[in-house]
């Protein structure tokens, strides 16, 4: 952010740069504070603007890395490397947060584990089934989860099988699901891809005794669209505000 100083603020520089180090506090107990006021801005854009499904896990995420007037060796800290940085920490492996692909946006691709589609979470596999809540636990995929059922040492479910008719393979499967899985290869408490009644492929799981689709794959690949909630934040941030804080903290020193 540039920032064009104005009488006022050039005064306050000039009386607190004859006065030992206080120039260096003040600035830093500036941007400190404007720091402040922008993570609480871009949190509340957030509530505001975003379905948070995890709002502890995501807006946790946003820290602020505050400024040191003074470094370790005791010398005031140089005007211009008196900053303090708002960002969004990393994941584990160094993984970019669910913040950082909203705020840039992401193309998602399939992969031989996903039969090269994306696999997009639908309701039925968010905790009460709510369009509001995370994925449940039990149907969140990781690798190798996500099996292809197989009868009679072929592959049942899915395009190349058998069956003709989606309605032949439901009641093949519910008849699995009632003889606990006699004759089947597979886990069925376990997620599966299986062809719907549009002849689709999608992730499927047993969800209350009912067969249920849980994430549609009918895509090669998946642009999310940027949300520049953070520029938008910055944006709104104005340098005669910043300005203003600043005068009002070296008068009160001054005085």
Not at 27 to 53: G, P
């Amino acid at each position: 952010m540039s920032i064009k100083l104005n009488i006022k603020t050039q005064i306050a520089i000039r009386q607190l740069g004859k006065k030992a180090n206080l120039l260096q506090i003040v600035a830093a107990d500036t941007v400190n504070e404007s720091a402040e006021d922008l993570k609480v801005n871009y949190v509340n854009r957030l509530e505001r603007k975003q379905r948070l499904r995890n709002k502890r896990f995501t807006l946790g995420a946003v820290k602020i890395n505050k400024s040191n007037p003074i470094r370790k060796s005791g010398q005031p800290r140089p005007l211009g490397k008196i900053n303090s940085i708002v960002g969004v920490r990393k994941m584990k492996g160094g993984k970019k947060h669910y913040l950082a692909k909203l705020e840039e946006g992401v193309t998602q691709r399939g992969n031989r584990k996903t039969k090269s589609r994306v696999p997009i979470p639908l309701t039925t596999g968010r905790t009460s089934q709510n369009i509001n809540k995370p994925i449940a636990a039990a149907n969140r995929l990781t690798k190798g989860d996500t099996q292809t059922l197989r009868a009679g040492g072929k592959a049942f479910g899915v395009k190349g099988d058998r069956f003709r008719t989606s309605k032949q393979r439901f009641a093949v499967l519910y008849k699995y699901k009632k003889s606990g899985g006699e004759g089947l290869t597979g886990d069925l408490k376990k997620p599966f891809f299986f062809i719907d009644n549009s002849n689709r492929l999608g992730i499927f799981k047993f969800i209350r005794g009912q067969v249920r689709k849980i994430r549609t794959l009918e895509q090669s690949t998946a642009r999310t669209k940027p949300r520049r909630n953070f520029k938008k934040t910055v944006d709104d941030m104005k340098p005669a505000d910043i300005q203003r804080k600043f005068i009002r903290k070296a008068e009160r020193v001054l005085k």
